[in-house]
């Protein structure tokens, strides 16, 4: 059972940056689609952004231009910088891996609080 452990969340201001990390146990890492997913109080769940084993990204319209997603497979983490942080942003932000092999689920980290406030 992968572990995905997620850090680098807290309280920025308006306009300011953070970064998020996610490190996965195991082997293998080089071979999922890993992505961030992030849920406001109230809010549904929603996809951010997500990253393929070969590199290729996808952005939520919401954040196009402003977060970029990144992987370091020598050490099994994903990032997410996230740069002119708005209020809406504030949310509890999850990493998660998708399922590869047939009958593998998704696997989910336990999240982190980001709370963008003046």
């Known amino acids: 059972q992968v572990q995905l452990v997620e850090s680098g969340g807290g309280l920025a201001q308006p306009g300011g940056s953070l970064r998020l990390s996610c490190v996965a146990s195991?082997?293998?890492?080089?071979?999922?689609?890993m992505s961030w997913y992030r849920q406001a109080p109230g809010k549904q769940r929603e996809l951010v952004a997500a990253?393929?084993?070969?590199?290729?990204?996808d952005y939520s319209d919401s954040v196009k231009g402003r977060f970029t997603i990144s992987r370091d497979n020598a050490k099994n983490t994903v990032y997410l910088q996230m740069n002119s942080l708005k209020p809406e942003d504030t949310a509890v932000y999850y990493c998660?891996?998708?399922?590869?092999?047939?009958?593998?689920?998704?696997?989910w980290g336990q999240g982190t609080q980001v709370t963008v406030s003046s």
């Open positions: 195991g082997s293998g890492f080089s071979i999922y689609i």
């Open positions: 998660k891996r998708f399922g590869f092999f047939s009958g593998e689920g998704d696997s």
């Open positions: 990253i393929t084993s070969g590199g290729s990204t």
